[in-house]
Nanobody, 128 residues
Framework: QVRLRESGGGSVQTGGSRRLSCTVSGVFYSDLCMAWFRQYQEKGREAVAH????????YYADSVKGRFTISHDNAKRTLYLQMNSLKPEDTAKYYC?????????????????????WGDGTLVAVSS
C-alpha cells in the first residue's frame, strides 16, 4: 500500500521560509513522478512543483519560480519543498503526490487528476 506523509507545515510571517517533507512508502522508489500541489479553501488543487526522479529535472509554477525548490532524497525516500520569501498568497494546504507511470515530459505538465497517490496534506499559513 502506497503511503505519503507530509510534514513541516505551520505559521510563518511574510518573507519567511519553510521546508516541507513528504516520506514515501509502499512503492518502488525509482523513476517516479513526484509533485507538490496546494489548495486554498474551496479552490482547485494547484500544481506547485514537479520532479522526475529518473532525471532529477524539475518544473515550477510561475507563481513560485525562484522562491521554491523541489528536491528528493533517494536514501530517505523523501520529497522536499523548500519555500523561501513566502507571501500571504502562498497560504494553503500543501499536498505531495506520486505516480509510477508518468514520464517526462508529461510528468512536468501533469495535473491533480494525473496522480494516483496522495498524502493528507500539511497546512502553511503566511501572515502579513
Amino acid at each position: 500500500q502506497v503511503r505519503l506523509r507530509e510534514s513541516g507545515g505551520g505559521s510563518v510571517q511574510t518573507g519567511g521560509s519553510r521546508r516541507l517533507s513528504c516520506t514515501v512508502s509502499g512503492v518502488f522508489y525509482s523513476d517516479l513522478c513526484m509533485a507538490w500541489f496546494r489548495q486554498y479553501q474551496e479552490k482547485g488543487r494547484e500544481a506547485v512543483a514537479h520532479v522526475y526522479t529518473g532525471h532529477d529535472d524539475t518544473y515550477y509554477a510561475d507563481s513560485v519560480k525562484g522562491r521554491f525548490t523541489i528536491s528528493h532524497d533517494n536514501a530517505k525516500r523523501t520529497l522536499y519543498l523548500q519555500m523561501n520569501s513566502l507571501k500571504p498568497e502562498d497560504t494553503a494546504k500543501y499536498y505531495c503526490a506520486v505516480d509510477s507511470y508518468l514520464r517526462p515530459p508529461k510528468c512536468y505538465a501533469s495535473g491533480a487528476d494525473d496522480f494516483d497517490h496522495w498524502g493528507d496534506g500539511t497546512l502553511v499559513a503566511v501572515s502579513s
